[in-house]
């Protein structure tokens, strides 16, 4: 019996389903605002902003772009994992990008919440 040494991403059912998951968030996300674009004639600043000022709103724009940082978490990590062979390089891209999404995750709060 051959023991094989699987190397790489993880490649299991939970990343997949994670892809799909948060692609199916962003996509219903998307839709949501393609609507009100299309339903809102000449949409002025003033109506977007009472748009997102409903609290429904906030919370479905947060959990769409945790969807997408999420996403782009798996994505990204399948990459660096599967083409940088060098264990310091890829680890040091791993760091890098959880430290930009992390960032990207705290800068979504202050802008859709109005943290100070």
């Given amino acids: ?28 996300f998307t839709i949501g605002v393609v609507a009100f674009i299309l339903l809102a004639n000449g949409a002025s600043f003033e109506a977007w902003q009472q748009l997102f000022a409903c609290t429904w709103v906030k919370v479905g724009t947060t959990i769409a772009i945790t969807a997408l940082l999420w996403h782009a978490w798996v994505g990204v990590r399948d990459i660096w994992m599967d083409y940088i062979q060098h264990v310091g390089v890829r680890l040091t891209m791993h760091v890098l990008t959880l430290l930009w999404l992390l960032g990207s995750l705290i800068y979504m709060v202050k802008v859709v919440w109005g943290v100070a």
């Fill in 1 to 28: 019996m051959v023991k094989r040494h699987v190397v790489g991403a993880h490649y299991g059912l939970r990343d997949w389903l994670v892809q799909r998951v948060t692609a199916v968030i962003m996509l219903a």
